[in-house]
């Protein structure tokens, strides 16, 4: 059992993404008053996140994809892509403490302490790919999270076990050609993206480390335990990473607005459960978790609450 320690600072709440968007501050100041109100709080230690070096984010993103990103912020304009990922002048050191979030995970996880760790930021970071802001994220913050940890701790294997029902093509393509990044994707299939089909394994020497696990919609925990237990766990037991990343998004939650799954907060429980067994054995870090989607408030606030509740008795 090691300690957990909850991640959040409140200028994440100052990236506005105007009237009538899903991914807005309500969801992480709704989130913490729940969390606030139960007896987890005072369990957990707290820290407050820096932001993220430049030179961190240019380990997995191009400089001149960062230097866009920020000209287009500093000069006021409110759409980084053709989408919906949207932005204000402070979306920048939003989207920079959510990547510094995840590397204070790191420094907690792989230092003395090994410490389990949950980070409550946004904007989320899953879609962002090496030169490209998508599916309002800016920063993938568990690439930048990865590549800290194997540079400055010298982990050798990381896992990035992604759960948000979205595929998270960024994550994906950073680590796409990368054995040393183990990159689980289970998600709804056919959605946005698009991306993400089972055949989808990674190439060249990343030849096997993506694995990706399509799940129709309406699924429910059968679906996903069945994923988990024929697909995930086996990919984990024979990678045997040092260090677990979970990219944690919680819209595959029965009452999301922007998915059709089945999940009740509990399977989150479930989930966390599965991925710390199966890792158990190969892990010399605490475990990072790493807030991704979730976009009806009720059901993020208490699937967070469980996910959180076996993370601190893993
Ligand atoms: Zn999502």
Same mark, same amino acid.
């Given at each position: 059992m090691?300690?957990?320690?909850?991640l959040?600072?409140?200028?994440v709440?100052l990236?506005?993404?105007?009237a009538?968007?899903?991914?807005r501050?309500?969801r992480?100041e709704?989130l913490v008053?729940?969390l606030m109100s139960t007896?987890?709080?005072?369990?957990?230690?707290?820290?407050r996140p820096?932001e993220?070096?430049?030179e961190?984010?240019?380990?997995?993103?191009?400089?001149?994809?960062?230097e866009?990103?920020e000209?287009?912020?500093?000069?006021?304009?409110t759409?980084l892509?053709d989408?919906d990922?949207?932005?204000?002048?402070?979306?920048?050191?939003a989207?920079?403490?959510a990547?510094?979030a995840?590397?204070? =995970?790191i420094?907690?996880a792989c230092?003395?302490e &090994?410490?389990? @760790?949950?980070s409550?930021?946004?904007?989320? /970071?899953?879609h962002a790919?090496?030169?490209?802001a998508m599916g309002?994220?800016?920063?993938?913050?568990v690439a930048?999270?990865a590549?800290?940890?194997?540079?400055r701790y010298g982990?050798g294997?990381v896992?990035?076990v992604?759960?948000d029902v979205?595929?998270?093509?960024g994550?994906?393509?950073i680590?796409?050609?990368?054995p040393?990044?183990?990159?689980?994707?289970?998600?709804?299939?056919?959605?946005?993206?698009?991306?993400g089909?089972?055949?989808?394994?990674?190439d060249g020497?990343?030849?096997?480390?993506t694995?990706?696990c399509?799940?129709p919609p309406g699924s =429910?925990?059968?679906?996903?335990?069945?994923a988990f &237990?024929?697909? @995930?766990?086996?990919a984990?037991?024979?990678? /045997?990473?040092e260090?677990l990343i979970?990219?944690?998004?919680?819209?595959a939650?029965r009452?999301?607005?922007?998915?059709?799954?089945?999940?009740?907060a509990?399977?989150?429980?479930?989930?966390?459960?599965m991925?710390?067994?199966?890792?158990?054995r190969?892990?010399?870090?605490?475990i990072?978790?790493?807030?991704e989607?979730g976009?009806?408030?009720?059901a993020?606030?208490s699937?967070v609450?469980?996910?959180?509740r076996?993370?601190?008795?893993?």
């Amino acid at each position: 059992m090691s300690r957990l320690t909850f991640l959040y600072h409140p200028d994440v709440l100052l990236h506005d993404t105007g009237a009538g968007h899903p991914e807005r501050r309500l969801r992480v100041e709704t989130l913490v008053a729940h969390l606030m109100s139960t007896d987890l709080w005072s369990a957990m230690d707290h820290r407050r996140p820096e932001e993220a070096p430049l030179e961190a984010m240019t380990a997995v993103h191009t400089s001149p994809y960062l230097e866009t990103v920020e000209r287009t912020i500093a000069n006021g304009e409110t759409l980084l892509d053709d989408g919906d990922t949207r932005v204000c002048p402070a979306s920048w050191r939003a989207a920079r403490l959510a990547a510094g979030a995840a590397m204070l =995970g790191i420094d907690l996880a792989c230092g003395g302490e &090994r410490a389990h @760790v949950f980070s409550a930021m946004r904007p989320p /970071g899953h879609h962002a790919e090496s030169s490209r802001a998508m599916g309002f994220c800016i920063v993938n913050h568990v690439a930048v999270a990865a590549r800290h940890a194997q540079r400055r701790y010298g982990i050798g294997r990381v896992a990035i076990v992604d759960w948000d029902v979205h595929h998270g093509n960024g994550t994906e393509e950073i680590f796409w050609r990368d054995p040393s990044v183990l990159y689980v994707s289970l998600h709804q299939y056919p959605l946005w993206p698009g991306t993400g089909a089972a055949s989808d394994a990674g190439d060249g020497d990343g030849r096997g480390t993506t694995v990706n696990c399509p799940l129709p919609p309406g699924s =429910g925990e059968q679906a996903y335990e069945r994923a988990f &237990r024929e697909r @995930v766990v086996p990919a984990l037991t024979s990678f /045997g990473p040092e260090l677990l990343i979970i990219s944690a998004g919680f819209d595959a939650h029965r009452d999301d607005p922007l998915a059709n799954m089945d999940l009740r907060a509990e399977s989150f429980g479930r989930f966390t459960q599965m991925v710390g067994e199966a890792t158990s054995r190969s892990l010399s870090a605490g475990i990072v978790s790493v807030l991704e989607g979730g976009y009806d408030l009720r059901a993020l606030s208490s699937s967070v609450e469980v996910h959180l509740r076996e993370l601190s008795a893993a």
